[in-house]
């Protein structure tokens, strides 16, 4: 067997298609935002009940992400769980003035939300992620070791693989589960804030 890292995976990896959801119902949670005028408590608040959100989703990914008894596409040497155990998740909040305080915030290539979550494989499992997810065409490649050894480039051929989307179904399963916990805890996160900003003004 030789190993898939001396491959050039870019040419394999299939075009991914990006889906955007229009979220409406959060005028109130929008208006009770804006009444955090400390910047950090809003970002708290976002920032917790992100995490508590999608911490459901990337459990459930982890559960449903192939392993290599289901599949023989991982690189020599991966453990079977070496794609269940990359997955990661990160929460981000734009502290941007424009985002925080405008009314209605300009999307920019730099900043096209306030609060963003993602939830991903490591960078050393995505190929196998996405052709997990995607499937792959039978292609040609070139690789440049064996065994971890660099040698000369030789041409091998990858067979076609069917699809067998594990991410997006578990995503489009929970997507509502998602909106409901999101509203709830932001509601919570929001009044809980909102009780330590007054405390702290109190105090001044």
């Given at each position: 067997m030789v190993s898939a890292y001396g491959a050039n995976m870019a040419s394999v990896r299939p075009k991914i298609a990006i889906t955007q959801y229009k979220i409406?119902?959060?005028k109130h949670l929008e208006q009770g935002l804006n009444e955090l005028t400390d910047a950090n408590f809003r970002t708290n608040a976002l920032r917790a009940a992100g995490r508590k959100a999608m911490a459901p989703v990337k459990d459930a990914m982890?559960?449903?992400a192939p392993t290599l008894k289901e599949t023989s596409i991982l690189p020599t040497?991966?453990?079977k769980d070496a794609l269940k155990d990359s997955i990661r998740m990160r929460v981000s909040?734009?502290?941007?003035?424009?985002?925080t305080k405008a009314k209605k915030p300009k999307i920019t290539k730099a900043s096209k939300s306030e609060l963003r979550i993602v939830i991903a494989t490591g960078k050393e499992a995505?190929?196998?992620a996405l052709v997990s997810e995607y499937g792959r065409k039978e292609t040609q490649i070139n690789r440049y070791s064996v065994f971890g050894k660099l040698t000369q480039a030789y041409e091998v051929t990858l067979p076609t693989l069917v699809p067998k989307p594990w991410m997006r179904p578990t995503f489009d399963r929970m997507k509502g589960d998602i909106?409901?916990?999101f509203?709830?805890?932001?509601?919570?996160?929001?009044?809980?804030k909102a009780k330590a900003?007054?405390?702290r003004k109190s105090k001044k």
């Open positions: 409406t119902g959060f982890v559960s449903a040497g991966s453990v909040v734009n502290k941007s003035p424009k985002m995505q190929g196998y909106l409901f916990t509203r709830k805890e932001l509601s919570k996160e929001i009044t809980k900003q007054a405390r």
